[in-house]
Protein backbone atom coordinates (compact mmCIF):
# COMPACT_ATOMS: atom_id res chain seq x y z
CA UNK A 1 0.00 0.00 0.00
CA UNK A 2 1.49 3.85 -0.09
CA UNK A 3 2.44 5.62 2.47
CA UNK A 4 2.09 9.03 1.58
CA UNK A 5 -2.06 9.64 1.54
CA UNK A 6 -3.58 11.28 4.55
CA UNK A 7 -4.14 9.20 6.86
CA UNK A 8 -7.76 10.96 8.29
CA UNK A 9 -8.71 10.33 4.30
CA UNK A 10 -7.56 6.68 4.71
CA UNK A 11 -9.84 6.76 7.94
CA UNK A 12 -13.10 7.81 6.48
CA UNK A 13 -12.48 5.57 3.27
CA UNK A 14 -11.86 2.87 5.48
CA UNK A 15 -15.37 3.38 7.23
CA UNK A 16 -13.64 3.54 10.43
CA UNK A 17 -13.94 6.93 10.44
CA UNK A 18 -13.39 9.24 13.93
CA UNK A 19 -12.10 12.59 14.64
CA UNK A 20 -8.89 11.05 16.50
CA UNK A 21 -6.49 13.53 17.99
CA UNK A 22 -3.30 14.27 15.88
CA UNK A 23 -4.18 12.05 13.58
CA UNK A 24 -1.48 12.61 10.79
CA UNK A 25 1.29 13.57 12.81
CA UNK A 26 0.86 10.42 15.36
CA UNK A 27 0.45 7.87 11.87
CA UNK A 28 3.65 9.62 10.16
CA UNK A 29 5.75 9.54 13.63
CA UNK A 30 4.82 5.79 13.72
CA UNK A 31 6.65 5.31 10.06
CA UNK A 32 4.08 2.53 9.26
CA UNK A 33 5.86 -0.38 7.25
CA UNK A 34 3.11 -2.01 5.01
CA UNK A 35 3.89 -5.70 6.97
CA UNK A 36 4.67 -4.27 10.54
CA UNK A 37 3.30 -4.93 13.87
CA UNK A 38 1.46 -2.42 15.81
CA UNK A 39 -0.01 -1.27 18.50
CA UNK A 40 -2.94 0.60 19.51
CA UNK A 41 -3.01 1.07 23.47
CA UNK A 42 -6.08 3.60 23.54
CA UNK A 43 -8.64 2.44 20.93
CA UNK A 44 -11.15 4.78 21.73
CA UNK A 45 -13.73 5.30 18.40
CA UNK A 46 -10.96 3.83 16.05
CA UNK A 47 -9.72 7.24 14.43
CA UNK A 48 -6.16 6.19 14.74
CA UNK A 49 -6.53 2.61 14.45
CA UNK A 50 -8.43 2.77 11.07
CA UNK A 51 -5.73 5.14 9.75
CA UNK A 52 -2.79 2.37 10.99
CA UNK A 53 -4.90 -0.49 8.74
CA UNK A 54 -5.20 1.83 5.79
CA UNK A 55 -1.44 2.24 5.61
CA UNK A 56 -1.04 -2.00 6.31
CA UNK A 57 -0.23 -4.62 3.66
CA UNK A 58 -2.31 -8.16 3.81
CA UNK A 59 0.86 -9.07 5.92
CA UNK A 60 0.26 -6.36 8.52
CA UNK A 61 -1.08 -6.42 11.96
CA UNK A 62 -2.56 -4.26 14.52
CA UNK A 63 -3.20 -5.21 17.91
CA UNK A 64 -5.81 -2.48 19.50
CA UNK A 65 -6.08 -2.16 23.35
CA UNK A 66 -8.94 -0.06 25.94
CA UNK A 67 -10.37 -1.05 29.00
CA UNK A 68 -13.22 1.01 28.19
CA UNK A 69 -15.81 -1.51 27.34
CA UNK A 70 -17.77 0.38 25.16
CA UNK A 71 -14.83 1.14 22.80
CA UNK A 72 -14.17 -2.78 23.10
CA UNK A 73 -17.96 -3.68 21.64
CA UNK A 74 -16.95 -0.71 18.80
CA UNK A 75 -13.80 -2.55 18.09
CA UNK A 76 -15.94 -6.15 17.96
CA UNK A 77 -17.97 -4.82 14.73
CA UNK A 78 -14.60 -4.26 12.55
CA UNK A 79 -14.15 -6.69 10.18
CA UNK A 80 -10.35 -7.11 9.23
CA UNK A 81 -8.35 -10.28 9.47
CA UNK A 82 -5.44 -7.75 10.22
CA UNK A 83 -6.92 -6.52 13.39
CA UNK A 84 -7.88 -7.59 16.92
CA UNK A 85 -8.61 -6.20 20.28
CA UNK A 86 -8.09 -6.72 23.80
CA UNK A 87 -9.92 -5.21 26.44
CA UNK A 88 -7.21 -4.10 29.01
CA UNK A 89 -5.45 -2.00 31.14
CA UNK A 90 -1.86 -0.52 29.81
CA UNK A 91 -0.67 -2.90 32.81
CA UNK A 92 -1.58 -5.64 31.29
CA UNK A 93 0.27 -5.02 28.00
CA UNK A 94 2.98 -8.41 28.07
CA UNK A 95 0.44 -10.36 28.74
CA UNK A 96 -1.82 -9.31 25.72
CA UNK A 97 1.10 -9.26 23.69
CA UNK A 98 2.04 -12.92 24.58
CA UNK A 99 -1.66 -13.77 23.99
CA UNK A 100 -1.74 -12.64 20.53
CA UNK A 101 1.51 -14.01 19.77
CA UNK A 102 3.29 -10.95 19.29
CA UNK A 103 7.50 -11.24 21.13
CA UNK A 104 8.24 -7.63 19.55
CA UNK A 105 6.09 -4.91 17.87
CA UNK A 106 6.94 -1.93 15.04
CA UNK A 107 5.16 0.46 17.04
CA UNK A 108 3.38 1.84 20.22
CA UNK A 109 1.00 4.42 19.99
CA UNK A 110 -0.17 5.74 23.41
CA UNK A 111 -3.63 8.01 23.19
CA UNK A 112 -3.53 9.55 26.83
CA UNK A 113 -6.25 10.58 28.90
CA UNK A 114 -10.29 10.73 28.53
CA UNK A 115 -11.88 10.06 25.45
CA UNK A 116 -14.36 12.81 23.66
CA UNK A 117 -16.82 9.83 23.74
CA UNK A 118 -16.54 9.43 27.66
CA UNK A 119 -16.77 13.12 27.60
CA UNK A 120 -19.78 13.67 25.80
CA UNK A 121 -21.51 10.64 27.55
CA UNK A 122 -23.03 11.86 31.08
CA UNK A 123 -24.09 8.94 32.06
CA UNK A 124 -20.42 7.98 32.44
CA UNK A 125 -19.61 11.32 35.04
CA UNK A 126 -15.94 12.63 33.45
CA UNK A 127 -17.83 15.95 32.42
CA UNK A 128 -18.88 19.27 34.48
CA UNK A 129 -20.49 20.50 31.32
CA UNK A 130 -24.03 17.84 31.79
CA UNK A 131 -24.92 16.29 35.03
CA UNK A 132 -24.88 13.00 35.69
CA UNK A 133 -23.80 10.48 37.99
CA UNK A 134 -20.03 10.70 39.82
CA UNK A 135 -18.39 7.68 38.36
CA UNK A 136 -15.34 8.62 35.98
CA UNK A 137 -13.85 5.38 35.82
CA UNK A 138 -13.01 4.55 32.02
CA UNK A 139 -13.65 0.70 33.04
CA UNK A 140 -16.85 0.84 34.75
CA UNK A 141 -16.95 -2.68 35.54
CA UNK A 142 -13.97 -2.68 37.75
CA UNK A 143 -12.98 -0.12 40.78
CA UNK A 144 -14.44 2.19 42.39
CA UNK A 145 -16.33 5.78 41.69
CA UNK A 146 -15.13 8.78 42.02
CA UNK A 147 -18.10 9.12 44.54
CA UNK A 148 -17.41 6.36 46.78
CA UNK A 149 -13.55 7.45 46.90
CA UNK A 150 -14.88 11.60 47.86
CA UNK A 151 -17.29 9.57 50.98
CA UNK A 152 -14.79 7.24 51.92
CA UNK A 153 -11.13 9.20 51.81
CA UNK A 154 -9.91 11.31 54.46
CA UNK A 155 -9.99 14.89 53.66
CA UNK A 156 -6.07 14.91 53.76
CA UNK A 157 -6.15 12.69 51.09
CA UNK A 158 -8.97 14.13 49.36
CA UNK A 159 -6.49 17.60 49.20
CA UNK A 160 -3.40 15.73 48.09
CA UNK A 161 -5.16 14.21 44.89
CA UNK A 162 -6.50 17.81 44.09
CA UNK A 163 -2.68 19.31 44.46
CA UNK A 164 -1.04 16.35 43.39
CA UNK A 165 -2.98 15.15 39.83
CA UNK A 166 -4.89 18.38 39.48
CA UNK A 167 -2.14 21.07 40.86
CA UNK A 168 -5.27 22.85 42.43
CA UNK A 169 -3.98 25.89 44.60
CA UNK A 170 -7.13 25.71 46.54
CA UNK A 171 -7.03 21.84 47.22
CA UNK A 172 -7.59 22.29 50.90
CA UNK A 173 -10.20 24.41 50.42
CA UNK A 174 -11.77 22.39 48.00
CA UNK A 175 -11.47 19.14 50.42
CA UNK A 176 -12.70 21.05 53.45
CA UNK A 177 -15.98 21.76 51.06
CA UNK A 178 -16.19 18.52 50.27
CA UNK A 179 -15.92 16.76 53.89
CA UNK A 180 -18.19 19.38 55.26
CA UNK A 181 -21.16 18.22 52.46
CA UNK A 182 -20.63 14.85 53.70
CA UNK A 183 -21.12 15.31 57.04
CA UNK A 184 -24.10 17.29 56.22
CA UNK A 185 -25.94 15.56 53.72
CA UNK A 186 -24.47 12.23 54.57
CA UNK A 187 -25.53 9.20 51.92
CA UNK A 188 -27.07 11.82 49.94
CA UNK A 189 -23.79 13.93 49.40
CA UNK A 190 -22.25 14.00 45.93
CA UNK A 191 -24.50 12.19 43.67
CA UNK A 192 -23.79 13.75 40.78
CA UNK A 193 -21.47 15.49 38.64
CA UNK A 194 -22.95 18.95 38.74
CA UNK A 195 -23.35 19.15 42.88
CA UNK A 196 -19.32 18.67 43.30
CA UNK A 197 -19.48 21.48 40.11
CA UNK A 198 -21.23 23.98 41.82
CA UNK A 199 -19.47 22.83 45.47
CA UNK A 200 -16.12 23.73 44.12
CA UNK A 201 -17.52 26.78 42.38
CA UNK A 202 -18.56 27.72 45.86
CA UNK A 203 -15.62 26.45 48.19
CA UNK A 204 -13.24 29.29 45.80
CA UNK A 205 -15.90 31.57 45.48
CA UNK A 206 -15.93 32.10 41.69
CA UNK A 207 -18.75 31.71 39.15
CA UNK A 208 -19.14 28.97 37.43
CA UNK A 209 -17.28 29.18 33.83
CA UNK A 210 -16.14 32.80 34.98
CA UNK A 211 -12.68 32.53 36.07
CA UNK A 212 -9.26 34.42 35.35
CA UNK A 213 -7.96 31.46 32.79
CA UNK A 214 -11.30 30.71 30.92
CA UNK A 215 -12.01 27.56 32.64
CA UNK A 216 -14.92 26.50 34.48
CA UNK A 217 -13.03 26.19 38.31
CA UNK A 218 -14.11 22.53 38.53
CA UNK A 219 -11.75 21.78 35.85
CA UNK A 220 -8.61 21.19 37.71
CA UNK A 221 -10.84 18.81 40.55
CA UNK A 222 -12.51 17.02 38.00
CA UNK A 223 -8.70 16.36 35.92
CA UNK A 224 -7.45 14.98 39.70
CA UNK A 225 -10.10 12.59 40.30
CA UNK A 226 -9.90 10.83 36.87
CA UNK A 227 -6.33 10.41 37.30
CA UNK A 228 -6.69 9.17 40.81
CA UNK A 229 -9.86 6.74 40.42
CA UNK A 230 -8.30 5.29 37.35
CA UNK A 231 -4.66 5.40 38.08
CA UNK A 232 -3.64 6.92 35.17
CA UNK A 233 0.04 8.02 35.93
CA UNK A 234 0.34 4.29 37.92
CA UNK A 235 -1.07 3.12 34.70
CA UNK A 236 1.39 5.49 32.44
CA UNK A 237 4.96 4.49 34.12
CA UNK A 238 4.45 0.64 33.61
CA UNK A 239 2.72 0.85 29.81
CA UNK A 240 6.18 3.43 29.37
CA UNK A 241 8.52 0.80 30.28
CA UNK A 242 6.77 -2.37 28.75
CA UNK A 243 6.39 -0.57 25.32
CA UNK A 244 10.43 0.13 25.48
CA UNK A 245 11.07 -3.44 26.29
CA UNK A 246 8.89 -4.78 23.55
CA UNK A 247 9.66 -2.71 20.41
CA UNK A 248 11.83 -3.71 17.76
CA UNK A 249 15.26 -2.11 17.09
CA UNK A 250 13.48 0.86 14.68
CA UNK A 251 10.36 0.68 16.46
CA UNK A 252 8.39 3.87 17.77
CA UNK A 253 6.70 5.26 20.57
CA UNK A 254 4.48 7.61 20.13
CA UNK A 255 3.14 9.00 23.06
CA UNK A 256 -0.29 11.99 23.21
CA UNK A 257 -0.48 13.50 26.50
CA UNK A 258 -3.32 16.32 27.15
CA UNK A 259 -1.67 18.61 30.46
CA UNK A 260 1.51 18.45 32.51
CA UNK A 261 1.75 15.93 34.88
CA UNK A 262 1.37 13.40 31.67
CA UNK A 263 3.59 14.98 29.27
CA UNK A 264 6.52 15.44 31.81
CA UNK A 265 6.43 11.74 32.68
CA UNK A 266 6.39 10.87 29.13
CA UNK A 267 9.27 13.42 28.52
CA UNK A 268 11.46 12.22 31.35
CA UNK A 269 10.94 9.01 30.76
CA UNK A 270 12.57 9.17 27.16
CA UNK A 271 15.15 11.49 28.24
CA UNK A 272 16.17 9.08 30.38
CA UNK A 273 16.31 6.08 28.07
CA UNK A 274 17.77 7.89 25.78
CA UNK A 275 20.59 8.56 28.36
CA UNK A 276 19.86 12.12 28.30
CA UNK A 277 19.62 12.79 32.10
CA UNK A 278 23.38 11.05 32.59
CA UNK A 279 25.03 12.19 36.08
CA UNK A 280 27.81 14.69 34.91
CA UNK A 281 31.31 15.17 36.96
CA UNK A 282 30.99 17.72 39.24
CA UNK A 283 34.17 19.06 38.66
CA UNK A 284 34.00 18.79 34.70
CA UNK A 285 30.99 18.56 33.94
CA UNK A 286 31.28 15.76 31.54
CA UNK A 287 28.81 13.03 31.32
CA UNK A 288 29.71 10.15 33.18
CA UNK A 289 29.47 6.81 30.96
CA UNK A 290 25.61 4.97 31.85
CA UNK A 291 24.20 1.65 30.18
CA UNK A 292 23.57 1.67 26.19
CA UNK A 293 20.16 3.92 25.90
CA UNK A 294 17.49 2.15 24.52
CA UNK A 295 16.18 4.71 22.79
CA UNK A 296 16.39 8.08 20.16
CA UNK A 297 14.29 10.60 20.97
CA UNK A 298 12.84 12.56 17.98
CA UNK A 299 11.15 15.41 19.00
CA UNK A 300 7.32 16.47 19.81
CA UNK A 301 4.48 18.16 17.68
CA UNK A 302 2.77 21.08 19.66
CA UNK A 303 -0.50 21.79 17.48
CA UNK A 304 -2.08 24.20 19.90
CA UNK A 305 -3.08 27.38 18.21
CA UNK A 306 -2.51 30.70 18.48
CA UNK A 307 -3.52 33.17 20.65
CA UNK A 308 -7.00 35.42 19.56
CA UNK A 309 -6.24 37.65 17.11
CA UNK A 310 -2.53 37.06 16.57
CA UNK A 311 -1.90 35.85 12.79
CA UNK A 312 -1.52 32.07 12.41
CA UNK A 313 1.54 30.04 11.62
CA UNK A 314 1.07 27.65 8.61
CA UNK A 315 2.06 24.70 10.18
CA UNK A 316 -0.06 25.40 13.12
CA UNK A 317 -3.43 25.66 11.96
CA UNK A 318 -6.75 25.72 14.49
CA UNK A 319 -7.23 22.51 15.35
CA UNK A 320 -10.45 20.47 13.92
CA UNK A 321 -10.94 18.72 17.31
CA UNK A 322 -10.99 20.73 20.66
CA UNK A 323 -9.36 18.43 22.79
CA UNK A 324 -5.91 19.06 20.81
CA UNK A 325 -5.49 22.40 21.48
CA UNK A 326 -3.81 21.00 25.08
CA UNK A 327 -2.08 17.90 23.15
CA UNK A 328 1.29 17.36 22.74
CA UNK A 329 2.91 14.65 20.92
CA UNK A 330 6.34 13.00 21.65
CA UNK A 331 8.59 10.45 19.45
CA UNK A 332 10.84 7.98 20.29
CA UNK A 333 12.65 5.29 18.11
CA UNK A 334 13.57 1.75 19.77
CA UNK A 335 17.64 1.56 18.84
Given at each position: MATDRDPQVDARATGYGHQAVLLAPAIDALAIRPDGRYVDCTFGRGGHSGAIL???????????IDRDPQAVAVA????DARFAIAHARFSELDAVLDAHGLDRVDGVLLDLGVSSPQLDDAARGFSFRADGP??????????ITARDWLLAATEEDIAR???????????VRIAAA?????????DEALRTTGELAALVADAVRRPRGRTETGKDPATRTFQALRIHVNQELEELAIVLAKSVARLAPGGRLVVISFHSLEDRMVKQFIAHEAGRDAP?????????????????????VLPRPAAAGAPRARHRPRPANPRERSAVLRVAERL
Open positions: ARLGPAGRLLARTWRLDMRMDPTRGVLRDYGEERFAIAARRRDAGRDPVTGVAQPVAAPRLRMLGR
